[in-house]
Every structure is written in structure tokens, then in C-alpha cells.
């Protein structure tokens, strides 16, 4: 099991409301990388922090936004939920130095779904 | 457009026979390459990764093959046991200088049976 650590668990939402989902990452890594996996696919990149700035995203509208904090934990927001967004989210921590780009260590997901 | 083709999309094998995963991708500038191994409805573990001058790493039962020419990388596992059934992912990234983007395959499922 890794630190990385993400809740809810599982979460029921509508179709046009708004969900916050939370990752805590790994001690001592300073980069949250968050995916979304729809069923029977490969996770799909949303965006990366790094030191609480954004640092990197894939290709996702707008409504999908993030925040690092100081202890780097980190939350995913989504606006105006739409039915494709059912998916597993998951978060990966890592620890960004020198230009390195090391290993991410994913937590156990959210699965989110949107009726 | 970056992309990770894996190859086959699910996999059936019995227990105790070697098989091998296969991985091709269009990533620039490429950086480095994972193997991963998800269990359904768990994140993602590592299993290996590979730069561009390595061409092969292993971490136990499995070995992971890199040819940087042809942008085509193996998985192979050896001697299967029935808790390698999972979906094991390809993951290519792009970049440098501190900012990576990953491009994840759709994975190859395998099924390991008694």
C-alpha cells in the first residue's frame, strides 16, 4: 500500500452539479498528477501540481480545475457534471527534483458517478 | 498527437506459462517509459521504468524490453500465478526540464487460470 490516500471512496452525483474530490500524497512528495479512468480504459491525464502551481495539462475543459496546498495535499474540482465524467479518479504523488521526473505513486481512487 | 497502442487487449494464459505484453507508442520528446499493474478498481503499482538508454529492466517475474528505435516496448512474465491477473498499463512520457506529460495505453487484461 502506498501513503497516497483519496476520499471519497465512492460518490453519486447529478448531472449540472459540482463535486470536490481530495488527495492526500505520499510524505515528502511535492507533485499531485490527477486521471481520470473510464471503465475499461487507460487513465486519462488531467492536469499536475507542482509546489501549488499548476504544471502541466492534458487535454480537459475548463470546468475541470485543481488547488495544491502547502502540504501539498491537493483537490480536484468539477464543474457542470456531465454523465461522461463517471469515472475512477485517481491521484499519483511524487517527488519533482532537478528535472527529474521520478516515479508516481497512485492512491486507491474515487469513483465518481454522474446520473 | 501522442499515443500508446498495447497490444494484446486481454489475455488468458494458465498458471505457470510465461507470456508477453506488448507496447508501441508515438511520444516526443520521449522521456521515459512504465509498465504498470492495476487490480480492478485499485490504482495503479509500478513494475518498472525505463529511460531511452536503457533497453531492458526487470523487477522480479517480469522483464520489460525497450527499443527506442522502433518505439516499441515488451512486458514478458514469467512463471504466471494466478495474482498476476490484472490489467497491466503502458505509460509513455513526454518532456523535460521538470514538466511530463504521461500518455497511458488502454492496458492488456490477463487472466491467469488454475
Known amino acids: 500500500e502506498t501513503g497516497v490516500t483519496q476520499s471519497p471512496t465512492h460518490l453519486i452525483k447529478t448531472r449540472g452539479q459540482q463535486v470536490t474530490l481530495r488527495c492526500s500524497s505520499q510524505?515528502?512528495?511535492?507533485?499531485v498528477s490527477w486521471y481520470q479512468q473510464a471503465l475499461g480504459q487507460g487513465p486519462q491525464f488531467i492536469f499536475q501540481y507542482y509546489r501549488e502551481e499548476e504544471n502541466g495539462r492534458g487535454n480537459f475543459p475548463p470546468r475541470f480545475s485543481g488547488l495544491q496546498f502547502p502540504n501539498y495535499s491537493s483537490e480536484l474540482n468539477v464543474n457542470a457534471l456531465e454523465l461522461d465524467d463517471s469515472a475512477l479518479y485517481l491521484c499519483?504523488?511524487?517527488?519533482?527534483?532537478?528535472?527529474?521526473?521520478?516515479?508516481?505513486?497512485f492512491g486507491p481512487g474515487t469513483r465518481l458517478t454522474v446520473l | 498527437k501522442n499515443q500508446v497502442e498495447q497490444s494484446p487487449q486481454s489475455l488468458i494464459i494458465l498458471e505457470g506459462k510465461n507470456c508477453t505484453l506488448q507496447c508501441n507508442y508515438t511520444v516526443s520528446p520521449f522521456s521515459n517509459l512504465r509498465w504498470y499493474k492495476q487490480d480492478t478498481g485499485r490504482g495503479p503499482v509500478s513494475l518498472t521504468i525505463?529511460?531511452?538508454?536503457?533497453n531492458t529492466k526487470s523487477n522480479g517475474r517480469y522483464t520489460a524490453t525497450l527499443d527506442a528505435d522502433t518505439k516499441q516496448s515488451s512486458l514478458h512474465i514469467t512463471a504466471s500465478q494466478l495474482s498476476d491477473s490484472a490489467s497491466y498499463i503502458c505509460v509513455v512520457s513526454a518532456g523535460s526540464g521538470g514538466s511530463y506529460i504521461p500518455t497511458f495505453g488502454r492496458g492488456t487484461s490477463l487472466i491467469v487460470h488454475p
Open positions: 499519483a504523488s511524487s517527488l519533482a527534483e532537478g528535472g527529474v521526473d521520478n516515479e508516481q505513486f
Open positions: 525505463m529511460t531511452f538508454s536503457e
Open positions: 510524505s515528502g512528495h511535492n507533485t
